[in-house]
């Protein structure tokens, strides 16, 4: 069946007007823009034929015809509805809930065009919407009546009324005019086929999802994050859900001229979780979502005008997911690359801060009696290969923190400055433990030594303030203050070196 | 033409199991055979709420078998088992990625990994159309009609049927035999997979086992059914069969029973309304798990509604008050 020209469809395209007309007559006055296409024998994609793909392009860019211009409100529609949706979706966790509905409604769509054997929109709306509540009841029945799990009940339901839906189908595709219908398009989606009529139900689905979602954002908003909380506050959370199930519907049903059952659910999803890796607030999530959603949807229209029967759903989808895929890999805060930059960088400063405190424990063990240690004492130390040690003294010597020269290294004033910090976090932290949670000082070595590297400068000074005397660490070894004239150098506060000065470890 | 043909018993109940045997007779078998394949394996996905990775296989495996009809050329079914698992794979391996790298949660990745492998499955079959033997049409509804007009495979004199029906014997066998083979271990992991692992039985490595054997299933599956109803032929059998019996072997007993009368109901319904059979197979499948959901004599609505009105004589003999007359006597 897919093998039917798109062409053929021009025949019906005019009855579609016609209802098209109808329905502008019932008030949905909004696309009145677009009016003066209503006249206006629409050329169809499968006329295209002969043309070159830059040509296409261009007509796209230029938005010059009427099919252009449906189809690329109708993706900005879609995308705003789909993807408000859609964060709900993501956020509580039903991702799979829109899958279901989504292919549920394919008998309701078939319907629909029984209703009058046409492609009327609003005849295949009720239907579908009809089919998907029904599909989304039969699932909340299933999983409380009976010891099936979620999972197993949607994909039951999925797939039942998928097939019910087919069989419809394949029956009205036996029909003289089935053929000509371009039921088809509903399966993988076609923009270059939205109408008038198709746009007005779009736009009518947009406004109420945003006027309802707008009206109703805090209880939406609690309802989805905290379902006990709402219980408490008194708020009827089953009928927001309902109705959320119902939106959902609506937004479904609306999209899948465009983007075709078998990928609706995608436009939900995808949208939606690229957002949420770009953000934690949930109105930014929502805003971000709807821009994706707008934005994939005009590029899938965009590709799939460029060749010839070519599916509208999946270039869609596939745009969706291409900036899934560039969110998941470089979102600023979410995103793999920047976190494993973070994580690496985080590591190179803990292995040079613990290099730093190796020296200065080698120094304060022969009583500083030299400013300088040899290689081979720091790597007994360290206790790592020499080639190691090797590396970490260059990375040391590459931020100015050590000098070195032939076997023999020495810290830099900074370098200096930045070991006694540590070593002082370190034994602070030790101190603080065995006096303030009573540990045993055997104890307390293991937790100082990771909580060395993020004790912040607030901390440490709140850690000075509530220790009694702070000269000795459990150990009895002295915690070093800041040399004076270094501190007063480094932090740029003259006296700062007469009381000790902490500081955090953080690069 | 009208929607709905005139019924004639004849023509639907007699004549697919005389004069037409070889064409409905042979739909009603590959079905029957797609069922139980389907529904031994998802048996085992539905106990490890595994039933949507199964949704999330049988979509994704499509880009895999359509970028090995652009290599190979040609219908193999080597390559299009190798293809298809590779697809199963990257399913499996991006779902995972999603998830552990990213706050989102398993639903979404399952539902971000097939909704985008499908879609690149549907892009290169629209793109090469004339390259692929395929076309997305045969992608949801199955080339079910047309596997009796292919001409069957003869081996010395002896006509073993068609290649499509042959391919699904040798997976029914395959399966049966990994069935009897790891029935141990897939009922541990599935049921308690802590204890699975103490007792020395690689988790990980059923469950790898278990997808790859997915990917097969899927793919033999595919051709006969399409991507979407092998969904619910993979579940239906299952799901209806755990509203009967909660021992494993009589499950995949009843699992194999609903397959067989959703087959041959299928195919029945198909002839009657003239519509695809793909389709018909499952809502029969889905009629019969309705009928189990209301009749079962332990899980079915109206045994419990009446119990219920009745007082069970279960329920009697729980209550506190005849525990007590028993125990003092």
């Known amino acids: 069946m897919s093998a039917a020209p798109l062409g053929d469809s021009t025949q019906p395209f005019g009855r579609r007007t016609g209802s098209g007309q109808r329905l502008m007559g019932m008030g949905l006055r909004w696309a009145v823009l677009f009016t003066s296409a209503f006249t206006a024998q629409a050329a169809k994609i499968g006329d295209l034929t002969q043309t070159r793909w830059t040509e296409q392009a261009w007509r796209f860019v230029t938005l010059s015809d009427p099919v252009v211009r449906y189809a690329c409100l109708g993706t900005l529609l879609l995308g705003i509805s789909c993807g408000l949706l859609g964060s709900f979706l993501v956020v509580r966790r039903m991702a799979l809930l829109g899958d279901a509905l989504s292919h549920a409604v394919l008998p309701g769509v078939a319907l629909g065009f029984l209703w009058n054997l046409e492609k009327d929109p609003l005849a295949i709306f009720i239907g579908a919407l009809l089919a998907g509540l029904a599909g989304s009841a039969t699932v909340s029945i299933l999983t409380r009546t009976t010891r099936l799990k979620e999972d197993t009940a949607l994909g039951m339901v999925l797939a039942s009324f998928f097939g019910l839906g087919l069989c419809l189908m394949s029956m009205f595709q036996r029909l003289p005019t089935g053929n000509k219908s371009g039921i088809e398009t509903f399966l993988f989606g076609q923009a270059a086929a939205l109408g008038p009529g198709d746009i007005q139900v779009m736009g009518a689905v947009t406004l109420v999802v945003v006027g309802l979602l707008g009206l109703g954002y805090k209880e939406f908003l609690l309802v989805s994050f905290d379902p006990g909380f709402a219980r408490v506050l008194a708020l009827p959370t089953v009928w927001f859900e309902r109705l959320l199930v119902m939106l959902l519907a609506f937004a479904v049903v609306s999209a899948l001229q465009a983007v075709g059952v078998v990928l609706v659910s995608a436009m939900l999803i995808i949208p939606a979780a690229t957002a949420s890796l770009l953000t934690d607030r949930f109105h930014r999530m929502l805003v971000w979502s709807s821009c994706l959603g707008m934005i994939s949807g005009l590029s899938g229209a965009f590709l799939s005008f460029l060749g010839t029967r070519l599916p509208t759903g999946p270039f869609m989808v596939l745009s969706a997911s291409l900036l899934f895929a560039l969110a998941l890999l470089f979102s600023p805060r979410q995103g793999i690359v920047p976190r494993w930059y973070r994580q690496r960088s985080q590591r190179v400063r803990i292995e040079r801060e613990n290099t730093l405190k190796a020296i200065y424990q080698v120094l304060e063990s022969d009583g500083f009696a030299s400013e300088t240690i040899t290689v081979a004492a720091l790597t007994a130390r360290r206790r790592l290969a020499l080639a190691a040690v090797e590396a970490e003294i260059r990375s040391l010597v590459a931020v100015e923190f050590a000098t070195a020269s032939g076997d023999r290294v020495a810290l830099t004033p900074s370098g200096w400055q930045r070991a006694c910090a540590i070593v002082r976090n370190h034994r602070l932290w030790e101190l603080y433990l065995t006096h303030a949670a009573q540990i045993a000082p055997d104890h307390v070595h293991d937790d100082a030594e990771k909580i060395e590297h993020v004790l912040g400068e607030a901390m440490v000074r709140e850690l000075e303030r509530r220790l009694p005397r702070i000269d000795t660490d459990p150990h009895g070894r002295p915690i070093p203050s800041l040399p004076a004239s270094m501190a007063g150098a480094h932090l740029g506060a003259g006296g700062a070196g007469d009381r000790p000065v902490g500081y955090g470890g953080r690069s | ?329």
């Open chain 2, 1 to 329: 033409m009208t929607l709905i043909p005139e019924f004639q018993a004849h023509r639907v109940f007699v004549e697919p199991w005389t004069t037409e045997l070889g064409s409905h007779g042979l739909m009603a078998l590959v079905t029957f055979l797609v069922g139980v394949t389907c529904g031994l394996i998802g048996n085992f996905l539905i106990l490890r709420r595994m039933a949507l990775v199964g949704d999330a296989i049988s979509h994704s495996v499509l880009p895999g078998i359509a970028v090995a009809f652009l290599i190979t050329g040609s219908r193999g079914i080597g390559a299009m088992v190798l293809g298809a698992m590779v697809a199963a794979w990257l399913t499996h391996g991006l779902i995972e990625l999603i998830s552990r790298h990213s706050r989102l949660k398993q639903d979404a990745a399952i539902g971000i990994a097939f909704s985008t492998l499908f879609a690149i499955g549907v892009v290169l079959i629209a793109i090469f159309a004339d390259k692929v033997d395929l076309d997305q049409d045969c992608v949801l509804n199955g080339e079910l009609p047309m596997i009796p007009l292919e001409p069957p495979v003869r081996l010395g004199g002896w006509v073993l049927g068609p290649p499509p029906l042959l391919r699904l014997v040798g997976v029914l066998v395959v399966s049966l035999v990994l069935l009897v083979t790891f029935y141990k271990e897939l009922l541990i992991t599935s049921f308690d997979p802590g204890l699975a692992a103490c007792l020395g039985i690689r988790v990980g490595a059923i469950h790898h086992g278990l997808m790859l054997w997915l990917a097969m299933v899927v793919v033999a599956s595919f051709e006969a059914v399409g991507a979407i109803l092998v969904i619910a032929l993979l579940i239906l059998p299952g799901a209806t069969a755990s509203l009967l019996t909660d021992r494993m072997v009589p499950r995949l007993a009843w699992t194999t029973v609903h397959a067989a009368l959703s087959a041959i109901s299928g195919m029945h319904l198909s002839v009657a309304l003239d519509c695809s059979p793909a389709g018909a197979t499952v809502v029969a499948g889905a009629g019969w798990f309705c009928v189990v959901w209301l009749l079962s004599p332990t899980e079915g609505l109206i045994p419990r509604a009446w119990c219920l009105r009745r007082g069970s004589v279960d329920s009697r003999l729980r209550s506190p008050e005849l525990r007590q007359r028993n125990e003092s006597p």
